[in-house]
């Protein structure tokens, strides 16, 4: 009966285990350069070329939950850009919304969600700014 018991501890503490693993591995994160998101260059930074043109330069930053939900409620108020926009990428935001991941790109007067680029509304940059510490 003892080795039962020490076999059903053991089980129990297993299965918190993995469970407490697979809930850190949905973690809403954001990559971004430690650039002024102001200056402009001569050459835009596509959302596909982020992580090749900043190799080395990209910090990484988790995004906690409370901050996480209001980004997913400035997503809904964003403002679809003119077609043919393009946006000079400086961060990336990996926003864990029903068990996928969206990816966010993101400039200072815009962002791009799936190849539609939208405009960069006060509430969503403050956010960004203020995980990134920007200003």
């Known amino acids: ?16 285990c993995l469970n407490s693993y697979g809930q850190n591995s949905n973690k809403s ?19 596909g070329e982020f992580e090749h043109q900043f190799k080395g330069e990209i910090f990484t930053r988790e ?33 864990w919304i029903e068990d996928k ?9 815009a962002i791009q969600i799936n190849s539609i680029c939208y405009s960069n509304n006060d509430n969503f940059w403050d956010i960004i700014t203020k995980i990134c510490k920007l200003e």
């Open 101 to 109: 991941y969206l990816i966010i790109c993101i400039s200072k007067t």
């Open 29 to 47: 994160y954001i990559e971004f350069v430690d650039l002024d998101f102001l200056i402009f260059t001569p050459i835009s930074i596509d959302c």
């Open 63 to 95: 995004i906690s939950d409370s901050l996480s939900v209001l980004l997913k409620e400035s997503v809904n108020q964003f403002v679809e850009c003119d077609a043919g926009y393009c946006i000079d990428t400086r961060a990336k935001l990996y926003l």
């Open 1 to 16: 009966m003892n080795n039962l018991r020490k076999y059903i501890i053991f089980i129990l503490i297993i299965a918190r």
